[in-house]
């Protein structure tokens, strides 16, 4: 797992006209900003991934221009993508594979009034295990390509493919961490799916509670409460999408599933910068017993957390054969992932590239998976 920056932060200044802005306000560009607020805030809504929203919200601030160039980039190819996903759901419907679209894509075609508004590096895929070996066989025969991973299959519940500037995520669980990954399984998410004819017939996703719930625990789980605005605007148009029954049911599945101390956060923050007041929180629909009650994954709500807090977590969810067999995959990573790591390195190497790498596996479980710098 790659230490996790904050995206460049929203000038100060410019904080209230962006939040108005987006929150379908009026939004005058104060006369108080300076060229380097101007370029601060036109780099943090392209890491916010917002760039394409704010565009087609702007008339006369005078980052327009930037944002345009950012805007274009981002819906560049998008019918290209889109034709080739439907390729890949007719192959895996033709296969007997069964799939669902999420997060970025899935939302872009569901909730986004445009898809490009909602910008996305990669296509995220949910499938079974069981099914991994064939979607291997028909992406790589459509001439994506996939590297080797470093064998630690339980912390490890993805893989890329890759072919020009696209890149399929197929996952056989919602996160990689155990601490949450079985909150939602594929099997429930799948009975529970709704259509998304804007991709395709065969198109499916999960429903708008189960993909609020998924939104939350992404962003926290895998990116350790990152406030990434285009993660949080997906929060947003989900709960505005939702009847009351809906958030009713979120907020038990939020329960049984222990995770509501990550949603309530989550939530707190799309509502902070999206909402125009506070609605259908946590406090509405549970009791403080609800509310209070003790949850492991609360603990990536601690932006102070090291490598080695995660992986110790992470051993406390898994079985004594599991952390076992966890333990033996991070020593000793497959010799094609070695080879891969290091091309130019001689097979008698290998060995000391061993502990080289256990060695330096080890100090990195000292170091902070978020920066403290924001």
């Not at 028909?138 to 493919?161: E, V």
């Not at 939602?184 to 529970?192: A, T």
């Not at 992932?337 to 596996?361: I, N």
Request: proline fraction near 6%; charged fraction near 25%; charge should be negative.
């Amino acid at each position: 797992m790659a230490d996790v920056p904050d995206p460049v932060p929203v000038p100060s200044l410019l904080r209230a006209p962006l939040r108005a802005l987006l929150r379908g306000q009026d939004a005058h560009w104060p006369s108080a900003a300076t060229d380097e607020d101007a370029a601060q805030l036109v780099e943090s809504i392209e890491e916010n991934g917002l760039g394409p929203l704010v565009y087609a919200r702007l008339s006369d601030w005078p980052i327009r221009a930037a944002l345009r160039d950012i805007a274009i980039r981002a819906a560049a190819g998008e019918t290209a993508r889109l034709s080739d996903l439907r390729g890949v759901l007719d192959a895996f419907e033709t296969n007997g594979i069964r799939v669902l679209i999420i997060k970025g894509t899935g939302l872009a075609y569901d909730i986004y009034p445009s898809p490009e508004l909602r910008p996305r590096g990669d296509t995220d895929l949910l499938i079974v295990e069981s099914d991994l070996d064939s979607v291997r066989t028909i992406l790589h025969a459509r001439g994506y390509t996939s590297p080797l991973t470093s064998g630690d299959t339980l912390a490890i519940r993805q893989q890329s493919f890759t072919q020009g500037g696209h890149v399929y995520d197929v996952h056989w669980d919602v996160v990689n961490s155990p601490v949450v990954r079985d909150a939602l399984p594929f099997e429930e998410l799948l009975r529970r799916a709704i259509a998304v004819p804007r991709i395709a017939l065969n198109a499916l996703a999960p429903s708008h509670v189960d993909a609020l719930l998924l939104a939350c625990i992404h962003r926290v789980a895998h990116h350790h409460d990152i406030e990434r605005l285009i993660w949080l605007y997906d929060i947003h148009l989900l709960r505005e999408a939702m009847s009351a029954d809906e958030h009713a049911r979120f907020w038990r599945l939020a329960v049984e599933r222990r995770v509501v101390a990550i949603c309530e956060r989550s939530i707190e923050l799309a509502d902070e910068w999206f909402a125009a007041a506070p609605h259908d929180r946590a406090r509405d629909f549970l009791t403080e017993g609800e509310r209070a009650q003790d949850e492991p994954s609360a603990a990536f709500l601690d932006h102070s957390r090291t490598r080695g807090a995660v992986l110790a977590d992470d051993l406390k969810s898994l079985s004594w054969r599991e952390r076992l067999r966890r333990m033996r995959e991070l020593a000793l990573p497959p010799v094609g992932f070695m080879r891969q790591s290091f091309p130019s390195a001689p097979t008698a190497a290998l060995p000391a590239l061993y502990v080289w790498r256990g060695a330096r596996g080890v100090l990195r479980l000292l170091r902070r998976v978020r920066s403290l710098s924001s």
